[in-house]
């Protein structure tokens, strides 16, 4: 019987087992097909994230580069370059997700591709010409080409987010599908279970009721979804396996259908959040949708005004607002706002102006945040039919860029239903979206105006103005620029600037395009300014230029450059003659006599001038013939001076002869046919002659230039400098011969005023002498002091007679000297003893440091003269309580006299002009103190007659300083 039962209870188990082991293995493979789900959706999720934020990105990039062109400015392409960095990473992010489906692969594949080729096809290429062109880059992008590619990129997006969620709904009715099946599968097994339980419990009522009872009570709480419920063991054979397989089969079932309630919430859970996460980005998608709509209305409208209009509009539509009004900062007041749009008021419906904090609109520009108030705080109101009614319910915006406050849109509901959370949202991201138009619209106004400024400061400039990108096209250019090139705007503009202007050298030499400085200042980063370098016409001419040419940069890079330029033919004509007749009138400083300054004229002009080879004549005194006075000859040409030369040259039918009767300057530049002389029968080195006349203003011809030039010289402005330089000579020779007459005048005056005073002052100084001796009777104290006057006059007129003489001497280089030894310092002591008195009068401290004897060979008496000068000026040009130091010393072979005083000083500027005859500096007449100017003069000659020298020491404290250095010179070494 116990095998039958063990036989019966083996077979029934097996059964048994068989069932149970089915209802694992059904748990079992829902488990992982659940695990499958899970791991399905979670890549659904993936690919929607990655999707949606790749959408996001390329909506960015599309923004960015149309707020780049409407604004022009480099801040409005953050957002695109912020996209730039992170669209790879989320598109490899959702290859990532898209790896184990082929076809959803295959499109983030293709989107990937897409987004790069809109960005390195379009994008870049646009924001390129934007920057040397924007309004080319905005018709490009105008015409639709990046739409079309973000629309094509939007299509592969919707169908890939399509077939996600698709593919995500599928999962979801498979999860629900597989719980059905396992729940069935859970019921099947319990009914089958419960069957083998009755049969056994038929089959062994009589032999194994009492032992089974148990079991059969616990088989029964588990038939009731009791799956806690356990039986004790302890039964024997087969019934205590029987108890101890189904206590391990009562736990493994409650087991498992703990982990399949728990998966079944699990994916509950995951199905809500991927439900709410659908709702969210539907909802963001739309929001998106929606500003991008918005923004391109913005985008379309250029001026201020329309932009606000436009915002006006979209707000106002997204909240359902029956009235509203747009209000913008005044330009001429920045605390006003006036209105500029409304809908559904009148225009007096409005104020004139809104200012910040002052009503609703100026609270929300004031505070920087919107601003809603409902019924009896609403201040808007409208006109209808028939009565005025006011708004239910208000809502202010500001529009804001920044920190700055650039408008505000006051919106409002004439019906009572309030602004929703929602719609508020939508309205305050518009209005955010909205702060970037405004600003880019005004910015677009103010560069329009500035613009058409520059554009009409460019156009009216008489400089010609080109601009050219970084590989040399002209990308603009002005009226004066093409005026002085001949070419036509339209030959130039895109075209390679130095291949049409800068080809070639002046010498007629190619100018490589890599040694041209405009491209060299691309390298360098720095302008250039040249001035020696010549610009092409259109008609094959040269013609010589000073250009500047100075890079433009844009966020840092070199972007191009603006080249300026002016043409110098009449500047370099000017410079020329201006060089020529600056050099002309150094020679008539530095040079003292006509017969000097002749030679060097001659090379001035020639070298000033381009000449190679240069003659002078004067006429003779009938002016049938002239005779040469000097020549020019650079190397190679002196040959050429005897051939033209000669001791005389006849006038006719010579050049000079030409140019002397015209009284004009006479330009050759055919030397074989009109040689400048008939014994002349050219020369290959000279191509050119000249003629020039110098005549004075009385027309009296002074003399006659021959110029000569190896090459053709026919450019204007030649023959005016030319008539400027003989009208310059000939004021030169006049002006010197008159200096000479008149210097001759003035020393014969002063000569005949001299000796003439002479006689009488002699004779009133001995009878003066004689009266203040007393030797015709006693003198009156009155008496006295009336003949000291005239004595003391007197003694003035006889020096300043004596210093007359003196300087008559010194020019006609007569001044005799009586040498013999003389003690310098001695000398010093007696000076400061004979102007003592003078000192005195006016408190000066005279001191004379001299200790040891200094000995020179000179004349004492006119020594005496030069010490008592120097000392003297500088007692006269030294304030009261002043102070004069004499120091005479022994240094370097020579005797050194200084007078230092602390006078009045003398300017620098009289400095060089000191020692001249007559002259006097002009603190001294500023001061009205007195003088002839002749003191400097003599102490000057007398000291370089002496083979010295004196001069006046620099010096930055007051004062003044003479320094006075005398050869010394034994007697041995004068008559050895």
Not at 856 to 885: C, M, S, W, Y
Request: aromatic content about 4%.
């Amino acid at each position: 019987m116990r095998r039958s039962i063990t036989a019966q209870f083996t077979v029934v188990l097996a059964v048994v087992s068989a069932v149970v082991l089915a209802g694992f293995a059904v748990m079992l493979v829902a488990a992982r097909s659940l695990q499958s789900a899970d791991r399905a959706r979670g890549r659904s999720a993936a690919v929607l994230t990655s999707a949606t934020a790749l959408e996001e990105s390329v909506l960015d990039l599309e923004t960015g580069l149309r707020g780049y062109l409407l604004a022009g400015r480099s801040e409005f392409l953050e957002p695109y370059q912020a996209s730039l960095r992170t669209y790879l990473g989320t598109a490899r992010s959702l290859e990532a997700a898209t790896s184990g489906d082929e076809t959803a692969h295959s499109l983030s594949v293709s989107i990937t591709r897409q987004i790069g080729a809109y960005v390195t096809g379009w994008a870049e290429p646009v924001i390129r010409l934007a920057q040397h062109d924007l309004r080319a880059a905005r018709n490009r992008e105008a015409g639709g080409g990046g739409k079309a590619r973000v629309d094509a990129m939007r299509a592969q997006f919707a169908t890939l987010l399509g077939r996600e969620r698709t593919l995500r709904a599928g999962q979801v009715s498979q999860s629900n599908s597989l719980a059905s099946t396992v729940l069935t599968a859970g019921i099947v097994g319990i009914v089958v279970f419960l069957v083998l339980i009755a049969y056994v419990a038929v089959r062994t009522q009589t032999r194994l009721v009492a032992p089974l009872r148990r079991l059969a009570r616990a088989v029964g709480a588990v038939g009731r979804g009791e799956l806690s419920v356990r039986v004790p063991e302890g039964g024997a054979a087969e019934v205590g396996e029987l108890e101890r397989g189904f206590n391990r089969m009562a736990q493994g079932i409650e087991r498992g259908r703990d982990q399949l309630e728990d998966q079944r919430a699990e994916v509950e859970a995951q199905r809500d959040e991927l439900e709410a996460a659908i709702t969210s980005i539907e909802e963001r998608t739309e929001r998106i949708e929606r500003l991008r709509r918005f923004g391109d209305r913005l985008a379309a409208e250029e001026s201020p005004h329309a932009v606000s209009a436009a915002t006006l509009r979209g707000i106002a539509d997204a909240g359902g607002c029956d009235i509203g009004a747009a209000y913008l900062r005044d330009e001429a007041n920045n605390d006003c706002f006036v209105p500029v749009a409304w809908r559904g008021l009148h225009r007096a419906d409005l104020p004139l102006t809104v200012r910040s904090g002052e009503g609703l609109a100026g609270r929300a520009l004031a505070e920087r945040r919107r601003v809603s108030v409902s019924y009896g705080e609403a201040a808007m109101h409208t006109t209808g039919l028939d009565q005025r009614r006011l708004a239910a319910h208000e809502l202010h915006l500001p529009i804001l860029h920044g920190e700055r406050a650039l408008g505000v849109i006051s919106l409002g509901r004439l019906h009572d239903h309030a602004f929703s959370d929602s719609e508020i949202i939508l309205m305050c991201d518009l209005a955010e979206r909205a702060g970037v138009d405004w600003a880019q619209a005004a910015a677009t106004e103010r560069l329009r105006r500035t613009a058409e400024e520059l554009g009409a400061v460019l156009e009216t400039t008489d400089e010609g103005v080109y601009g050219i990108d970084t590989i040399g096209d002209i990308t603009l250019i002005n009226r004066a620029a093409l005026e002085m090139t001949g070419f036509s705007r339209e030959e130039m503009m895109g075209n390679n600037s130095h291949t049409l202007l800068h080809h070639t050298r002046e010498d007629g030499t190619p100018y490589p395009h890599a040694e041209c400085p405009v491209f060299q200042s691309f390298e360098d980063g720095e302008g250039v300014r040249i001035t020696g370098e010549v610009f092409w016409r259109r008609d094959g001419t040269s013609f010589p230029v000073e250009y500047s040419a100075y890079p433009v940069f844009h966020d840092g890079e070199i972007t191009g450059a603006v080249v300026t330029f002016l043409d110098r033919t009449a500047r370099r004509q000017l410079q020329r003659q201006r060089d020529t007749q600056h050099a002309l009138t150094r020679i008539f400083a530095e040079v003292d006599s006509l017969a000097a300054a002749r030679p060097q004229m001659l090379a001035a002009v020639c070298e000033g001038l381009g000449f190679e080879l240069g003659l002078t004549w004067e006429p003779s005194e009938d002016e049938t013939t002239l005779r040469p006075v000097s020549s020019y000859a650079l190397p190679g040409f002196e040959d050429l001076i005897a051939r033209l030369g000669g001791d005389e040259l006849i006038m006719g039918g010579t050049l000079a002869g030409l140019a002397a009767a015209r009284s004009e300057p006479v330009i050759c530049t055919d030397l074989e046919r009109d040689p400048p002389r008939e014994s002349f029968l050219g020369d290959s080195r000279l191509q050119t002659a000249v003629g020039l006349p110098v005549r004075s203003r009385g027309g009296d011809l002074v003399a006659v230039a021959e110029l000569f030039c190896s090459r053709q010289r026919t450019e204007d402005g030649l023959l005016d400098t030319l008539r400027v330089i003989g009208s310059q000579v000939a004021q030169f020779v006049e002006r010197q011969q008159a200096e000479e007459d008149a210097q001759r005048m003035k020393d014969q005056i002063v000569a005949n005023v001299s000796h003439e005073l002479r006689t009488p002052l002699t004779a009133i100084d001995g009878w003066v002498h004689v009266l203040l001796g007393g030797e015709p009777g006693p003198l009156t104290d009155e008496q006295q002091r009336f003949l000291t006057i005239v004595k003391r006059n007197s003694d003035r007129l006889m020096r300043l007679v004596g210093d007359l003489l003196v300087a008559g001497q010194i020019e006609a280089g007569k001044l005799k000297l009586e040498r013999d030894d003389v003690d310098v310092a001695e000398l010093a002591r007696e000076t400061a003893e004979l102007v003592a008195s003078s000192a005195q009068a006016k408190r000066i401290a005279l001191e004379v440091h001299a200790d040891e004897p200094i000995v020179v060979h000179g004349d004492r008496q006119r020594l005496g003269q030069l010490l008592t000068n120097l000392v003297g000026n500088a007692i006269k040009f030294t304030p009261e309580d002043g102070a004069v130091d004499v120091r005479v010393v022994r240094r370097n072979g020579s005797c050194r006299i200084t007078v230092h005083d602390t006078g009045i000083g003398i300017p620098k500027a009289d400095r060089d002009r000191l020692f001249e005859r007559f002259y006097r500096a002009s603190s001294a007449t500023e001061q009205g103190i007195t003088g002839t100017g002749l003191g400097l003069a003599i102490s000057k000659a007398i000291a370089e007659s002496h083979q010295g020298t004196i001069e006046v020491a620099d010096g930055d404290g007051p004062g003044t300083t003479f320094v006075v250095e005398l050869p010394l010179t034994t007697r041995e070494e004068i008559y050895s």
